[in-house]
């Protein structure tokens, strides 16, 4: 059983930053893929980055350049920094951990308003 729990979500005006964490625990086998995704009300869930356990990075065209995502392998942790947030960067960002399956956290909640 493995299990993802993403934490460090907020209210945060734009322009600032916040970071989130995704931890992973349980059966974890290497090598894995952690991404992160984010749904706003009313819309789908789409993708925003991902890395895979030797490093391999990619960003959705919408956060390059604002969002850098990382991790600590001997952790079981990644990371979302999130720089320069827009009102429309509003939504409940989740943490994907896939290795022999995927597996999904619950969410947390990140608001961009003055």
């Known amino acids: 059983q493995v299990q993802v729990v993403e934490s460090g979500g907020g209210l945060v005006q734009p322009g600032g930053s916040l970071r989130l964490s995704c931890v992973v625990s349980g059966r974890i086998f290497s090598p894995s893929v952690m991404a992160w995704y984010r749904q706003a009300p009313g819309t789908e869930r789409e993708w925003v980055a991902t890395i895979t356990s030797g490093g391999f990075i990619n960003y959705a065209e919408s956060v390059r350049g604002r969002f850098t995502i990382s991790r600590e392998n001997a952790k079981n942790t990644a990371y979302l920094e999130m720089n320069s947030l827009k009102p429309e960067d509003t939504a409940v960002y989740y943490c994907?951990?896939?290795?022999?399956?995927?597996?999904w956290g619950q969410g947390t909640q990140v608001t961009v308003s003055s």
């Open positions: 994907k951990y896939i290795s022999s399956k995927d597996y």
